[in-house]
């Protein structure tokens, strides 16, 4: 299924028609509005006009589309910004108050934008609620983005000090948990708690900790009355949200996530590629500059799927240029058709496009849509409409979900973790997950993402990149699991508090494998040195661990000094530094033949991955590839032979 999104509110109301049929007649099935439109719905305090909507709903209705509509809470228009000054967030960095002229100016912790928001929201569902055409909602848009999570505002202050009660009771348990003793930062009272920004130096991780739990709270609060308005007024419509790439959120996904029906997510290869590896060198960089690297946007898709527990949708896709990034380049021709394809294969069951034609004015003038602003096609046309055929001659198998036996352990906490303590700049979490994933992607293997309270008796090999903070709970599910557990360095190492553990590193984990970090180290990206695993070598880099190894623990692999850099007790692995891809990729070979998992060797940049019993091939690569012989079986979509940025579906006998 496919969608697009759309904004009648740009056009004259006589192109509205025209648009409506051309969707139809491109396949659309799907059309998002409504997002950022709250001035002209409201254009005076309790004066609505829903006129202009109504006919835009019909419009599209009547070329049978189904509307999901949305709630229009990113962007509070001036009049309620000048009623309610305390609805603008304050920069945690400047202390400035941000200002109205773009979106999400606002704060999740002022008590008038919570009424004002869900005051709209009301509004639009009881209206809404029951229209026929409408079959879904989305609640605001993108509602981590632009680093709005986080507040300096005073309502925020004032709203942490009652979290911070809430938690802790009195304010000597406070003191004690964060080591507040520690450089004299002891308060008497919860109303002296200060938000932890705008200090001389660094400050408490204890304290910035408890402040990024509490603003992700916020969000979750506000985001979850939302839901329950719609819910109430809108019955039998789906409830989604458009979440922004899952590790670039400071809210805890998994929590967001929790009372909808399913997560959307918004899919820019490029602009985030040119973001997310902007450490990458040139010549390793510029294969993928049209293309995106060949792991991110499944990345993204499988995050996705993880937290929604259960199949996504892809609300926003990237159709040609974008205007945000730090450099925008076009797709490569085939590019479009081939995200919208692999986010299929990743378990998404519908693909929307953001978004149906360039608008002329404004921020985003710069990016691409299906249509260019003088209403000719533009190059993504071409590919929808190739996907509308594609579609219609391969049967989806929708039923079918992406199994994985392979499993990441993810979530909000262990980034928030690692970004507050960072010990230097060789450390990045994200990198450090990527890395873990891609690394199995290249093997051919499907992943999914997990938290902490999933089930782990479904995977015969779990791994968690970084997990700093373990729960005797989880330590309790791992001694009962089959799968071989994989941690990465750190994990283990803190308390919930953000303090050493005791017996010190990997902690509880100690009961899984008795092994002890002595020391850590982290050194520069650029200084990497010789690690040896089954005498080939690899490198050991950025983050290193002195591990003294328990009765019985073995060394898998070693430093350059001879040292334990992998350790392996039973079925756990350790893995105390951070390697080069290589060793992932070689580590992770040996240890799925070790649980009969499946591998596969793949041309370079040719991906992988089966939902059902479909096999679905990208390539990646700007020259053809040829499939493995091993995966035989009825191409219903493409050959052997991959040309460049294509694409082929076989089923599996
Ligand atoms: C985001 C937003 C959209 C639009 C696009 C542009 O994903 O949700 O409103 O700004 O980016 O790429």
Request: glycine fraction near 6%; include cysteine; charged fraction near 20%.
């Amino acid at each position: 299924m496919l969608g697009v999104c759309y904004y009648p509110e740009h056009w004259p109301e006589k192109q509205w028609q025209q648009d409506a049929q051309e969707m139809r007649e491109l396949g659309l099935k799907y059309v998002r509005i409504g997002e950022f439109a709250w001035s002209k719905i409201e254009p005076k305090a309790g004066k609505y006009d829903f006129a202009w909507l109504d006919k835009a709903i019909a419009t599209l209705a009547a070329e049978g589309l189904q509307v999901v509509m949305c709630t229009p809470t990113a962007t509070p228009p001036k009049w309620l910004i000048d009623q309610y000054p305390d609805i603008l967030p304050v920069d945690i960095n400047t202390g400035v108050t941000r200002g109205f002229g773009s979106r999400r100016h606002y704060d999740f912790s002022s008590p008038n934008y919570f009424t004002q928001a869900m005051r709209i929201s009301k509004v639009l569902a009881k209206r809404y609620g029951n229209h026929p055409s409408i079959c879904g909602w989305q609640t605001d848009n993108e509602i981590a983005c632009h680093d709005t999570t986080h507040s300096g505002s005073l309502a925020a202050k004032h709203a942490f000090q009652l979290w911070c009660q809430q938690q802790y009771g009195s304010i000597n348990t406070l003191n004690q948990a964060w080591g507040n003793i520690f450089w004299s930062m002891e308060y008497q009272d919860f109303s002296q708690i200060e938000l932890p920004i705008l200090a001389v130096t660094e400050t408490n991780p204890a304290h910035q900790l408890a402040y990024r739990r509490f603003s992700s709270d916020q969000v979750v609060h506000f985001h979850d009355e939302m839901i329950k308005i719609i819910r109430q007024y809108a019955p039998n419509r789906f409830v989604t949200h458009n979440f922004i790439p899952l590790v670039d959120t400071q809210t805890d996904n998994f929590a967001l996530a929790k009372n909808l029906d399913f997560v959307s997510y918004d899919n820019y290869p490029l602009g985030r590629s040119d973001m997310f590896f902007k450490h990458m060198p040139a010549e390793q960089y510029k294969p993928y500059m049209r293309t995106g690297h060949p792991d991110f946007s499944s990345y993204s898709f499988d995050q996705s799927r993880g937290v929604s527990q259960g199949n996504f949708w892809v609300m926003e896709q990237q159709p040609g240029p974008v205007n945000w990034a730090h450099h925008n380049p076009r797709p490569e021709k085939g590019m479009v058709r081939l995200w919208s394809w692999q986010a299929f294969a990743h378990g998404a069951d519908c693909v929307c496009y953001f978004r149906w034609r360039q608008v002329p004015f404004a921020q985003e003038q710069m990016h691409a849509g299906i249509k260019r602003n003088d209403n000719s096609k533009a190059a993504a046309w071409h590919e929808v409409s190739q996907m509308r055929d594609e579609l219609t001659q391969v049967q989806l198998p929708l039923e079918q979900p992406v199994q994985a036996k392979v499993a990441i352990v993810t979530g909000a906490h262990s980034q928030w973790v690692t970004e507050i303590e960072r010990q230097g700049d060789s450390y990045n979490h994200q990198r450090v997950e990527f890395a873990y994933y891609s690394a199995l992607r290249q093997l051919g293997v499907a992943v999914d993402f997990i938290s902490v309270d999933h089930d782990l008796s479904l995977y015969q090999l779990i791994v968690a990149p970084c997990l700093p903070v373990v729960s005797a709970e989880f330590v309790a599910k791992c001694q009962q699991a089959t799968a071989h557990l994989v941690f990465g360095p750190r994990s283990g190492a803190k308390t919930p508090e953000l303090s050493l553990v005791d017996n010190l590193g990997p902690g509880l984990l100690q009961q899984l494998i008795p092994i002890k970090v002595l020391s850590t180290e982290t050194i520069r990206p650029d200084c990497s040195e010789v690690m040896t695993y089954q005498t080939q070598q690899f490198s050991s880099q950025c983050w290193r661990e002195e591990i003294e190894l328990g009765a019985g623990v073995t060394t898998v692999a070693q430093y350059h000094d001879l040292l334990p850099a992998v350790a392996r007790y039973n079925n756990t692995s350790y893995i105390a530094s951070l390697t080069c891809d290589e060793f992932l990729i070689s580590y992770f070979s040996s240890l799925c033949a070790e649980q009969g998992i499946n591998t596969i060797t793949l041309p370079k940049d040719v991906r992988l991955v089966q939902r059902g019993q479909y096999a679905f091939v990208f390539n990646y690569a700007g020259k053809a590839n040829s499939i493995p012989a091993t995966l035989s079986g009825e191409f219903v979509l493409g050959s052997a032979t991959l040309a460049p940025y294509d694409v082929a579906i076989i089923k599996l006998p």
